[in-house]
C-alpha cells in the first residue's frame, strides 16, 4: 500500500481506464429526458461533496484541492468559503443547515444560512478523527459520517498526519445528546454513504483499491435496526476497475452511483440497471432542484447537470 498517492495520481492512473458497455433497462430508460450533460463550472482541481438546499435554493459543492466551498444558485457560481479547511462530503440537517465533512479540521462542520460555521465532533475517545468523507442526516436527526484517512495522506487534501485511534470507521453523531458511537468497523477506507427511503437499509462503499489493488472496492449494504444497530452485511456490488465514491438513492431505492467516468444506476436488487457516460472521472452526485429532479455530478474539474424524469429520495 502506497500512502503517498494523491487524489491527482488516482485521477491520472484511472483517466484512461475504458467503461465497460452497458445497455440501459427500460426501467432507467424512463428516467431519461436526454443523454446530453450540461457544464456548468469548471477549472477545479478535484470537485466534490455536491448537496442542494432547497431553503438556500444553492448547490453547494466542494473543491477539495483548492481548499474551497463553492455554491451554484443557477445563475452564479460563487466562492462560499476561502479557506474551507478542507471541506469535502456535504449534506443538509433538518433545519436547512449545511453540514460538511472537514479534511482540515478532522472534524464535521455545521454551517447556518448566514454562514456561521460550528465544528459538530473532531474526536473519538479523546483522538482525533482521521479526515471525516462523505455524510448523510438520518430522519431522527442523527449524522452519520465515514472516516478514511484520506485528508492525511499528504497535504494535497489536507493536512498530513497520524491515524491517532488506528482504524477507519462509521460513525454516527447525536447532535441532540452530543454523543458520537461507532456503527461499522468493517472498511478498510469507508467512503460514499447513503439511506434507503424509508431508512431500514444504509449503503456505504469501501474504496481501499484506490491506493492498494488488493484492497476491496465496493459498496456494502447493511440492515438498519432499531435506527442505529446494523445488521446482515453484505456485498451491494463489487466494482473492477473503478471505485464508488459518491452515491445517492432515488425514490424508487435505485443507487446512483460514482464509477469511473460514468454513473452506474442499480435497482435494490444490486442489479445494474443504467449507466451515465461522463468526459471526467465522478467524484460525487446529488438530487437537486425544486422537485429534486436535477442530477448535479461533480467530475474531476468540472460541475455538470442533468434533467431527469425522476427524483431523488
Not at 456535504?90 to 455545521?110: A, F
Not at 465515514?146 to 489536507?158: A, H, K, N, V
Not at 435494490?268 to 465522478?282: A, C, F, K, S, W
Request: overall charge negative; glycine content about 8%; proline content about 4%.
Amino acid at each position: 500500500m502506497n500512502s503517498e498517492i494523491t487524489v491527482a495520481d488516482i485521477i491520472e492512473n484511472l483517466k484512461n481506464t475504458p467503461m465497460e458497455e452497458i445497455e440501459n433497462q427500460p426501467q432507467f430508460e424512463k428516467y431519461l429526458t436526454t443523454k446530453e450533460f450540461t457544464k456548468i463550472h469548471s477549472g477545479m482541481k478535484w470537485a466534490e461533496g455536491p448537496c442542494y438546499i432547497k431553503s438556500h435554493k444553492k448547490l453547494y459543492f466542494s473543491d477539495i484541492p483548492n481548499n474551497h466551498l463553492l455554491s451554484w444558485d443557477g445563475s452564479i457560481v460563487k466562492i462560499e468559503k476561502d479557506p474551507s479547511n478542507f471541506i469535502n462530503g456535504n449534506t443538509e440537517d433538518l433545519e436547512g443547515n449545511l453540514i460538511s465533512c472537514s479534511h482540515g479540521g478532522r472534524c464535521i462542520y455545521k454551517t447556518d444560512i448566514n454562514g456561521k460555521t460550528t465544528t459538530l465532533v473532531d474526536k473519538y475517545l479523546d483522538k482525533k478523527l482521521n479526515s471525516p468523507n462523505d455524510v448523510v442526516v438520518k430522519s431522527d436527526g442523527t449524522i452519520w459520517f465515514t472516516d478514511p484517512p484520506y485528508g492525511i495522506l499528504s497535504d494535497y487534501e489536507g493536512y498530513k498526519g497520524d491515524m491517532e485511534y488506528g482504524a477507519c470507521y462509521v460513525f454516527r453523531y447525536d447532535p441532540k445528546e452530543n454523543n458520537l458511537e461507532v456503527v461499522s468497523k468493517d472498511f478498510l477506507k469507508p467512503n460514499g454513504i447513503a439511506f434507503s427511503v424509508n431508512e431500514d437499509k444504509i449503503y456505504i462503499a469501501d474504496s481501499g483499491g484506490s491506493h492498494d489493488v488488493n484492497a476491496p472496492n465496493q459498496i456494502m449494504v447493511y440492515d438498519v435496526i432499531e435506527n442505529k444497530i446494523l445488521k446482515n452485511g453484505k456485498v451491494f456490488h463489487k466494482f473492477n476497475p473503478f471505485f464508488a465514491d459518491g452515491f445517492r438513492v432515488d425514490k424508487d431505492d435505485n443507487v446512483w452511483t460514482s464509477a469511473g467516468k460514468g454513473i452506474k444506476c442499480f435497482n435494490p436488487q444490486g442489479e445494474v440497471i443504467g449507466q451515465l457516460l461522463l468526459p471526467d472521472l465522478v467524484a460525487n452526485l446529488t438530487f437537486g432542484g425544486e422537485n429534486s429532479n436535477i442530477l448535479y455530478v461533480t467530475c474531476s474539474s468540472n460541475l455538470y447537470s442533468m434533467e431527469l424524469n425522476q427524483q431523488g429520495k
